[in-house]
């Protein structure tokens, strides 16, 4: 299984961001995929994830009514539409698969990841 994230990019704050998460294999019933950051300095965190099983989504606090997570199943694909972004927010987003069908969001649970896709959120 190979994840390559795109949309990544420079914007203003309060400005919007749309990320894309395209898988080679078809994982998505059996697993939850969710996305993390990691800004210079810190540890990658838990952003948002999505369960097949219902269509269950869990995010982090930071990204609570900002951000919004989704899936197409027949495109093997998720999104993580981010608005009204901040400067805090600037960091390297991964995609990731993880082990179970339920979100998890501690990084020990993602056996694959997306190679990142860097997004600058200028004040």
């Known amino acids: 299984v190979q994840l390559q994230a795109s949309g990544g990019g420079l914007v203003q704050a309060g400005g919007s961001l749309r990320l894309s998460c395209a898988a080679s294999g078809r994982i998505f019933s059996n697993n939850a995929m969710s996305w993390f950051r990691q800004a210079p300095g810190k540890e990658r965190e838990f952003v948002a994830g999505?369960?097949?099983?219902?269509?269950?989504?869990d995010y982090a606090d930071s990204g609570k009514g900002r951000f919004t997570i989704s899936g197409d199943n027949a495109k093997n694909t998720v999104y993580l539409q981010m608005n009204s972004l901040k400067p805090e927010d600037t960091a390297v987003y991964h995609c990731a698969a993880c082990r179970v069908s339920v979100v998890r969001s501690t990084t020990p649970w993602y056996n694959y990841w997306g190679q990142g896709t860097l997004v600058t959120v200028s004040s």
């Open positions: 999505i369960s097949w099983n219902g269509g269950a989504t």
